[in-house]
């Protein structure tokens, strides 16, 4: 079998972190319902000021404030099917261009292999480009645990957990004093669908991601703080000077 040499392995890695180094960061989130890329988009926004960029957060929203897009899209989302491409297509590029030049994280889009190419399109008029993908990885018995505890506040779309991340005082935001609420979608029934539509529909689409080498696979059964350190260190990688590093 042929081995790699390790230089070539340093040189190659190197290279597809130092696509990290560039500022302002932006970032897609991938991986199934529960897996935490709501929970690491808060402190991706927070620390880093990266506008966290959700479709469902968005959606949600338009439910709460009864607006056309909400109404038509409440019972699906309840169901834990998917909203038509176009929909979420013209909701995400009137955010483009809101945000400007800023740095984002993506959160939960693009979903269908359409919405990745609409993406494509979108950056493309914004004369931007993605600097990394993120693939957090968790298996269905712990998504399942996750959501069925999970408690949110609309407004924010924090979100809290009833055993791995309770709120000060039960279903009250710690921030607002708001009431937390269970989402409609978080149930068995539904999860069951989102996790196959995410299965059959959503992971061709980072196939699609597969071939740009900004690609990288984070393990997300961990605690919430581990699985930031290993997105930290992935950005440290980044920031490595080209000569005088031995090991990485
Ligand atoms: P969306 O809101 O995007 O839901 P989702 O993708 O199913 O993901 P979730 O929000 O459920 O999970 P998450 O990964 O954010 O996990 P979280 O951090 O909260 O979409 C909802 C619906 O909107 C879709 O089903 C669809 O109908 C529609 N929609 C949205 N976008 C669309 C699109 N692009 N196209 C078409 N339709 C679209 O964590 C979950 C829980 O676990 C929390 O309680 C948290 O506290 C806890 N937790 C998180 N990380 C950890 C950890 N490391 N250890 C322990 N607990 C943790
Ligand atoms: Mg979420």
């Known amino acids: 079998m042929d081995t790699v ?20 960061k932006r970032i897609l989130l991938f991986g199934a319902p529960g897996c935490g890329k709501g929970t690491q988009s808060e402190w991706l926004n927070s620390e880093l000021g990266l506008v966290h960029l959700s479709t469902g957060d968005i959606l949600r929203s338009a439910i709460a404030q009864g607006s056309p897009v909400g109404v038509a899209a409440e019972k699906a989302i309840a169901e834990g099917k998917l909203i038509p491409d176009e929909v979420i297509l013209t909701l995400v590029r009137k955010k483009f261009e809101e ?52 408690r949110i506040h609309v407004p924010s779309g924090r979100a809290y957990h009833v055993d791995f991340k309770p709120p000060k005082v039960p279903d009250i935001d710690d921030i607002t004093g708001e009431r937390l609420v269970h989402r409609p979608d978080d149930n068995e029934e539904s999860f069951v669908t989102r996790l196959n539509n995410y299965k059959k529909i959503t992971q061709p689409v980072i196939d699609h991601y597969l071939s740009t080498g900004l690609l990288f696979q984070i393990d997300g059964s961990q605690s919430p703080d581990q699985v930031r350190k290993d997105i930290e260190l992935l950005f440290q990688l980044g920031n490595v000077p080209e000569k005088g590093r031995s090991s990485v």
């Open 5 to 24: 040499p390790t230089d070539e392995i340093l040189h190659q890695l190197k290279r597809r972190c130092s696509i990290l180094s560039g500022k302002p």
């Open 99 to 150: 945000i400007g030049d800023a740095g984002f994280v993506l959160d939960g889009f693009p979903r269908t292999l359409n919405q990745a190419k609409g993406l494509d399109v979108i950056l493309k008029d914004m004369r931007s480009e993605i600097s990394c993908v993120l693939h957090l990885r968790v298996d269905d018995d712990t998504l399942i645990k996750r959501i069925c505890g999970r």
